[in-house]
């Protein structure tokens, strides 16, 4: 069986940084973009360029038959009830905050309770402070296990009568783990509270059904899933959004406008006001198309294999300390450690200089720094276009830094 090089794919990594072959271990802050993409974004701006849902000329119906078939994509990846369920925005961290705006807002109240994982991203953890403030509603933690994951019986234990919404991250940007968001559902209906899951660490790396989630919410971004930056996408049950005033007004989210009243378009169309990043839309179908041709099977595959060998090589070198999960079963493709008595940052500069590309430092997670004792982390993540020989690179490197500050 051949074995395909999807490297070959995306052309950044033909590159090299500091003379040295470009290793880029970073796909947890951002991915890079196939060839494909690339040539759909650009393709629209050459010879598609129109605004969508308001012109009765070629080019605009084309444009908007080409937006809106990203949302049926959209839909279908995430086994999304009704595409109306689906609709885009700039971010994770926009969509995120759009839930804040609209349900936080009409409906949490003062002695209501937000529960969060201390192991959140800044962007499913401050919308939430904020609101907690604003409403005079109390913002509650679940803890972790001794390895990193989640503790359910502590979720038992803060989610109460008293809860209003739950917003837990599916994949960790820093340990690594899967959350058991079924398992958090039940709890949080039980008490008849709403499940906001931040799926951008997921959707790129695993199959996501929102149905047999059964989340409230669900939000991720383009950027992370090989597609452009600027365009994010928020899921919601139908049935929720119905109760929901949007949290912008403008163009293109209305039916009717007269002199005192407004009248809202549809949903998704009410929630999407002004010109959208149509073009980014559309890099966002085309990264999909990729990565749905390529399989999560296969992703899976490489990306186990490739956590297999940081997770071993990093285990068995004097000084490290791995954060999360030791063992691969456990462990997602985002691997965060710290050399002992050496800043991350300067880890991370030292890899630099070989060509290695990590993310150090509190990875958008500070709560999750102080829970930890530490002041930063240095994370390398990887995607299914890295190679054995990536994390070979790193490893080798990774052992240089270390001896040089040894010495």
Same mark, same amino acid.
């Given at each position: 069986?051949?074995?395909?090089?999807?490297?070959?794919? *995306?052309?950044?990594?033909?590159?090299?940084?500091? !003379?040295?072959?470009?290793?880029?271990?970073?796909?947890?802050?951002?991915?890079?973009?196939?060839?494909?993409?690339? /040539?759909?974004?650009?393709? *629209?701006?050459?010879?598609?360029?129109?605004?969508?849902?308001?012109?009765?000329?070629?080019?605009?119906?084309?444009?908007?038959?080409?937006?809106?078939?990203?949302?049926?994509?959209?839909?279908?990846?995430?086994?999304?009830?009704?595409?109306? %369920?689906?609709?885009?925005?700039? &971010?994770?961290?926009? #969509?995120?905050?759009?839930?804040?705006?609209?349900?936080?807002?009409?409906?949490? &109240?003062?002695? /209501? %309770?937000?529960?969060?994982?201390?192991?959140?991203?800044?962007?499913?953890?401050?919308?939430?402070? $904020?609101?907690?403030?604003?409403?005079?509603?109390?913002?509650?933690?679940?803890?972790?296990?001794?390895?990193?994951?989640?503790?359910?019986?502590?979720?038992?234990?803060?989610?109460?009568?008293?809860?209003?919404?739950?917003?837990?991250?599916?994949? #960790?940007?820093?340990?690594?783990?899967?959350?058991?968001?079924?398992?958090?559902?039940?709890?949080?209906?039980?008490?008849?509270?709403?499940?906001?899951?931040?799926?951008?660490?997921?959707?790129?790396?695993?199959?996501?059904?929102?149905?047999?989630?059964?989340?409230?919410?669900?939000? *991720?971004?383009?950027?992370?899933? +090989?597609?452009?930056?600027?365009?994010?996408?928020?899921?919601?049950?139908?049935?929720?959004?119905?109760?929901?005033?949007?949290?912008?007004?403008?163009?293109?989210?209305? &039916? !009717?406008?007269?002199?005192?009243?407004?009248?809202?378009?549809?949903?998704?169309?009410?929630?999407?006001?002004?010109?959208?990043?149509?073009?980014?839309?559309?890099?966002?179908? =085309? =990264?999909?198309? +990729?990565?749905?041709?390529?399989?999560?099977?296969?992703?899976?595959?490489?990306?186990?294999?490739?956590?297999? $060998?940081?997770?071993?090589?990093?285990?068995?070198?004097?000084?490290?300390?791995?954060?999360?999960? $030791?063992?691969?079963?456990?462990?997602?493709?985002?691997?965060?450690?710290?050399?002992?008595?050496?800043?991350?940052?300067?880890?991370?500069?030292?890899?630099?200089?070989?060509?290695?590309?990590?993310? =150090?430092?509190?990875?958008?997670?500070?709560?999750?720094?102080?829970?930890?004792?530490?002041?930063?982390?240095?994370?390398? &993540?990887?995607?299914?276009?890295?190679?054995?020989? !990536?994390?070979?690179?790193?490893?080798?490197?990774?052992?240089?830094?270390?001896?040089?500050?040894?010495?």
């Amino acid at each position: 069986m051949t074995t395909i090089d999807y490297r070959q794919d *995306f052309p950044i990594l033909k590159t090299r940084v500091n !003379d040295e072959p470009l290793t880029y271990l970073d796909n947890a802050a951002t991915s890079q973009k196939p060839q494909a993409v690339i /040539d759909a974004m650009a393709d *629209f701006y050459a010879n598609g360029n129109a605004n969508v849902h308001r012109g009765v000329y070629t080019l605009a119906a084309q444009a908007t038959d080409r937006y809106e078939a990203v949302r049926d994509q959209v839909a279908q990846l995430l086994n999304a009830a009704r595409r109306e %369920e689906v609709f885009f925005t700039r &971010s994770t961290t926009d #969509s995120l905050n759009w839930v804040v705006q609209t349900y936080g807002e009409q409906f949490v &109240s003062a002695g /209501d %309770e937000i529960v969060v994982a201390v192991m959140e991203h800044h962007s499913n953890l401050v919308p939430w402070q $904020q609101l907690a403030i604003r409403k005079g509603a109390t913002l509650k933690y679940v803890g972790l296990q001794p390895d990193g994951q989640l503790d359910l019986e502590d979720a038992r234990k803060q989610i109460t009568a008293k809860t209003k919404i739950v917003a837990v991250t599916q994949a #960790s940007n820093v340990l690594g783990v899967t959350n058991p968001i079924k398992t958090l559902a039940r709890l949080a209906h039980a008490q008849h509270a709403v499940l906001v899951v931040d799926g951008a660490q997921a959707v790129a790396h695993m199959p996501v059904d929102v149905q047999a989630l059964d989340a409230d919410f669900y939000a *991720f971004s383009a950027h992370k899933v +090989y597609g452009p930056t600027g365009v994010g996408v928020l899921y919601g049950k139908y049935a929720l959004l119905e109760q929901l005033t949007p949290a912008q007004f403008g163009g293109e989210m209305i &039916s !009717d406008v007269d002199w005192q009243t407004t009248e809202f378009a549809a949903i998704p169309e009410r929630f999407e006001a002004g010109t959208p990043n149509v073009c980014g839309v559309i890099g966002l179908g =085309a =990264a999909l198309t +990729y990565l749905q041709r390529v399989g999560f099977a296969t992703v899976q595959t490489i990306e186990k294999r490739l956590t297999a $060998q940081l997770l071993d090589g990093l285990t068995q070198m004097p000084g490290i300390t791995v954060y999360g999960p $030791q063992t691969v079963a456990d462990h997602g493709p985002v691997v965060a450690f710290n050399v002992e008595n050496v800043h991350g940052h300067d880890v991370a500069t030292g890899l630099d200089l070989a060509g290695v590309e990590v993310r =150090a430092g509190h990875h958008c997670a500070q709560p999750l720094m102080r829970y930890l004792h530490v002041s930063a982390t240095v994370r390398a &993540s990887v995607g299914f276009y890295n190679n054995e020989a !990536d994390v070979e690179r790193f490893l080798t490197a990774l052992k240089s830094v270390k001896e040089f500050f040894e010495s």
